[in-house]
């Protein structure tokens, strides 16, 4: 019975994984070139970052071999910052644009880079396991309306609820950050 729990186990954590269908993870993905601050343009709505502004993701090397995840928002109806850190590993390889992330123990879910400026590293469409998960993020809190429309374009496509998109404000940041 006990090894049982234990496969039904495996397998919940596992579901979390995966990503929509149609989702392809970049390849010739290069982390050296993707540490850093990214600023999150678009999402759609989780509680980890319901009413936040002003919300970044900056990537480090950990000294495990992992990245550092350091992502951090304004809440104005509470007047301060929240900062969630979490690691990511990669779930094949290193050049592919597929992580996976935790920042509560053993849980992890998927962090699926599916389009990059791959010339310049300035913005990345992210999603999650499923179509619920949706980021767009770039290296400036302003980003060209085309990138943005083009995020909308493949995010429709790829069977995303675009029309609930939330786009983060990055106008008055706040002291302290």
């Known amino acids: 019975m006990c090894r049982y729990l234990h496969i039904v186990f495996i397998l919940l954590l596992s579901g979390c994984l995966g990503y929509p269908e149609g989702v392809r993870p970049v390849d010739e993905f290069e982390l050296d070139r993707y540490l850093g601050k990214w ?15 002003n919300v970044t993701a900056e990537y480090s090397l950990h000294q495990d071999g992992g990245v550092r995840v350091i992502n951090r928002g304004y809440s104005a109806s509470e007047n301060r910052w929240k900062e969630a850190e979490g690691r990511a590993y990669f779930v094949r390889n290193p050049e592919q644009g597929y992580l996976k992330v935790s920042f509560w123990g053993p849980f992890y879910g998927s962090y699926v880079v599916f389009a ?8 990345a469409f992210v999603t999650g396991p499923d179509t619920s998960y949706l980021w767009l993020l770039a290296r400036s809190p302003q980003i060209d309306r085309a990138i943005i429309e083009e995020f909308i374009t493949q995010a429709n496509a790829l ?9 983060v404000d990055h106008a008055d940041e706040p002291i302290g950050m």
Request: net charge negative.
């Open 116 to 123: 990059l400026d791959k010339q310049n590293y300035q913005y």
């Open 159 to 167: 069977g995303f609820d675009t029309t609930g998109l939330i786009f």
């Open 39 to 53: 600023y999150e343009i678009a999402r759609l709505d989780h509680s980890f970052e319901r009413g936040l502004d």
